[in-house]
């Protein structure tokens, strides 16, 4: 039996799914969303982000450690962040 | 019985589903790299934008929305067919992978082409930071380092584009020459993850640079 695989219809699907995603953030942004259209609009973005890698790069069907290797880059790229964070948010704080 | 490709003497690959991994974890090292690569644009414009949000927020308004949005859609819908190249190369159907290659690539192409009017525009009413930038807002020189990092991150992930556009036609070339097949997909499903990748960095771009209010 073949193992699972990307077809046809996962990748309509997809597509579908990262559309609606599309016209939710264009609509987001102009919504009256306050202090919550940043983490919002992330959040979104953060989501089709998701389903590119899960489906149309598909990690879904691949083993564990092809998805470790995936997800290293940000593991890293959230070392940069922190350390970067880390110096400039505490600037003010020795006299 | 062993092959050339099998074979232990010829080959450092187990079999088939071993050499495939492998590609794959050669693939996803280089876009982690990648990652930091645009990684630090994105550390950057994190930092000015948590420094000075409100001119984030001026800059943001003086970009195309229109232009972003549909570019967005634009690449969406060339990973779809850069999806289905990579079924239809694993299928061994060369017409489905011509197509959509192609596809891919006239998308790819419509979102290069609309880039570079977006930039033709704002040189005219002078965004483009440096000797002709002329914007009249509040905190002009924060909203001048905005659109620094504006060009700066879309100008490398044109880049990437342009790279992208020139290994799908890479691919189309191959396929014309009937070197790509269902036991010969690798050059389509690593350049489909690259392409992928690149998506994802729009993906990103869109909210960070056209919806900041």
């Known amino acids: 039996m073949k193992a699972p695989h990307l077809t046809a219809r996962v990748c309509f699907a997809n597509y579908a799914a990262l559309m ?28 089709k982000m998701a389903l590119v890698f899960i489906f149309f790069m598909q990690l879904r069907y691949q083993r564990g450690l092809v998805r470790v290797f995936a997800l290293a880059g940000f593991f890293w790229l959230g070392i940069v962040l922190t350390l970067m964070f880390a110096d400039y948010l505490t600037r003010g704080w020795l006299p | 019985m062993s092959n050339t490709l099998t074979h232990p003497a010829a080959s450092p690959y187990s079999d088939r589903e071993q050499h495939a991994v492998a590609n794959h974890l050669g693939m996803w090292t280089f876009i982690a790299t990648e990652i930091l690569f645009f990684g630090g ?47 239809a190369v694993r299928a061994g159907r060369r017409g489905a992978l011509r197509w959509s290659l192609l596809a891919t690539w006239l998308l790819g192409a419509l979102f290069l082409g609309l880039k570079f009017y977006e930039y033709h525009l704002a040189a005219k009413e002078g965004h483009v930071p ?16 905005f659109m620094f990092l504006y060009f700066a991150m879309t100008g490398l992930h044109a880049a990437h584009m342009i790279i992208g556009l020139g290994a799908i036609a890479w691919l189309l070339w191959l396929n014309h020459r009937r070197r790509l097949g269902a036991d010969h997909d690798a050059p389509v499903s690593m350049v489909a993850l690259y392409w992928h990748f690149v998506d994802c960095v729009w993906i990103f771009l869109y909210p960070l640079l056209y919806l900041v209010r």
């Open chain 1, 20 to 47: 609606v995603l599309l016209a939710l953030t264009a609509l987001a942004a102009r919504a009256p969303l306050g202090a919550w259209k940043a983490p919002v609009s992330l959040g979104i973005a953060a989501a």
């Open chain 2, 41 to 87: 644009l994105f550390a950057s414009y994190s930092l000015y934008r948590w420094a000075y949000p409100a001119a984030f927020v001026t800059g943001s308004k003086h970009l195309e929305f229109w232009i972003g949005t549909l570019n967005t859609g634009v690449l969406l819908t060339s990973s779809l067919f850069m999806a289905l190249a990579d079924l």
């Open chain 2, 130 to 145: 440096g000797a002709h930038f002329r914007l009249e807002v509040p905190q002009a020189p924060q909203v001048e380092l």
